[in-house]
């Protein structure tokens, strides 16, 4: 395959982009499941605790996909930093 490092890291970024809003939005849509049902009846926030409780659906999606944007670009950070500066040529780091 012949892609520039530019088109990989953009296929890159848009693939860690699309999963994080996807799991914001399913989260978010647990969370709503959760708050219509009283807390799965027993008063729980399981999906979105109190720190990370949001007023509308929108946001909730924003407060449960940032986070995993923050730790999906943090894995491309180190796996970059790794395939520069990985193993020595003895295997130890």
Same mark, same amino acid.
Do not use: N
């Given at each position: 395959?012949?892609?520039?490092?530019?088109?990989?890291?953009?296929?890159?970024?848009? !693939?860690?982009?699309?999963?994080?809003?996807?799991?914001?939005?399913?989260?978010?849509?647990?969370?709503?499941?959760?708050?219509?049902?009283?807390?799965?009846?027993?008063?729980?926030? /399981?999906?979105?605790?109190?720190?990370?409780?949001?007023?509308?659906?929108?946001?909730?999606?924003?407060?449960?996909?940032?986070?995993?944007?923050?730790?999906?670009?943090?894995?491309?950070?180190?796996?970059? !930093? /790794?395939?520069?500066?990985?193993?020595?040529?003895?295997?130890?780091?």
């Amino acid at each position: 395959m012949s892609l520039s490092r530019h088109t990989y890291w953009l296929g890159v970024a848009l !693939v860690g982009v699309v999963s994080a809003l996807g799991y914001g939005v399913t989260l978010a849509a647990l969370d709503a499941l959760g708050d219509a049902t009283d807390g799965w009846g027993v008063g729980l926030a /399981f999906w979105a605790p109190q720190p990370m409780q949001a007023g509308s659906f929108f946001l909730q999606v924003l407060v449960s996909g940032t986070p995993m944007l923050a730790f999906i670009f943090s894995g491309i950070g180190i796996g970059v !930093v /790794f395939k520069r500066w990985g193993r020595t040529a003895s295997g130890a780091w």
